[in-house]
C-alpha cells in the first residue's frame, strides 16, 4: 500500500525566515510526486512534479526536491502570501494514474 | 476560462435522502475523480474515471455511486446520506496519465 506522511503538520515562520517541508513516501515504483498548495476554501492548486531521484523544480520562494525516499519543499525568504496547507502526493507506476496524498503541512508566515 | 466547477458549492440535507454533487470540466481531460476531504484524514479517493463510461473504485467508494455519460460530466451521488458522509467534496481532471491533477473549489455538505 502506498503512503505519504509530510511533516510538520503545522509550521509558524517569520516573513523572511527560510525553512523546508518534508513528504516521505513509500510507494510501489514512482511514477510521479507531486506538490500542491490549498488556500482556505479552495480546493488543491498544482505546484510541482519530480519524476526521479536528484530532480529539483523552482518557482518563486519555492523550491523542490526529490530522493528515493522523501521530497522536501523549500521556503526561502517566504512572504505572509505564502501562508497555506502543502499537499504532497505520490503516483505509483502501475495502476490507473491515482494519487496518494500526504495530510499536508499547514503554513503561516507572520509579518 | 472556465476549467472545472463543481455545484452546489454548499449543501446542507438530512440522513436517508439523496444528493447529488455536480462537477463539469470544460477542457475535454479523459480522467476525472471525485475526492473527501476531512480533518485527520486528508485527501481520499472516492471513485475515478478515465474515460466515458469507464469508472473504477477508490479507496472510500462505500455508500457512493458514480456516472460518467459525457467526457465533461462526472457526477457524484449519494443514494441514502448518512452523518459519515458529511465532508467537503473535490472534483478533479487531468488529460494525459503523467500529467497532474486541476481541482475545483469543493462542495461543502453537511448532513443532519
Known amino acids: 500500500e502506498d503512503q505519504v506522511t509530510q511533516s510538520p503538520e503545522a509550521l509558524r515562520l517569520q516573513e523572511g525566515e527560510s525553512s523546508s517541508l518534508n513528504c516521505s513516501y513509500t510507494?510501489?515504483?514512482?511514477?510521479?510526486l507531486f506538490w500542491y498548495r490549498q488556500d482556505p476554501g479552495k480546493g488543491p492548486e498544482f505546484l510541482f512534479t519530480l519524476y526521479s531521484a536528484g530532480e529539483e523544480k523552482e518557482k518563486e520562494r519555492l523550491k523542490a526536491t526529490l530522493t528515493k525516499k522523501e521530497s522536501f519543499l523549500h521556503i526561502t525568504a517566504p512572504k505572509p502570501e505564502d501562508s497555506a496547507t502543502y499537499l504532497c502526493a505520490v503516483q505509483a507506476s502501475a495502476g490507473y494514474s491515482t494519487l496518494t496524498f500526504g495530510k499536508g503541512t499547514m503554513l503561516l508566515v507572520s509579518p | 476560462d472556465a476549467g472545472i466547477t463543481q455545484s452546489p458549492r454548499y449543501k446542507i440535507t438530512e440522513t436517508g435522502r439523496q444528493v447529488t454533487l455536480m462537477c463539469h470540466q470544460t477542457?475535454?481531460?479523459?480522467?476525472m475523480f471525485w475526492y473527501r476531504q476531512d480533518l485527520g484524514h486528508g485527501l481520499r479517493l472516492i471513485y475515478y474515471s478515465a474515460a466515458a463510461d469507464i469508472t473504477d473504485k477508490g479507496e472510500v467508494p462505500d455508500g457512493y455511486v458514480v456516472s460518467r455519460s459525457k467526457t465533461e460530466n462526472f457526477p457524484l451521488t449519494l443514494e441514502s446520506a448518512t452523518r459519515s458522509q458529511t465532508s467537503v467534496y473535490f472534483c478533479a481532471s487531468k488529460g494525459q496519465v503523467n500529467q497532474p491533477q486541476h481541482f475545483g473549489d469543493g462542495t461543502r455538505l453537511s448532513i443532519l
Open positions: 477542457w475535454s481531460h479523459s480522467y
Open positions: 510507494v510501489s515504483g514512482l511514477r510521479g
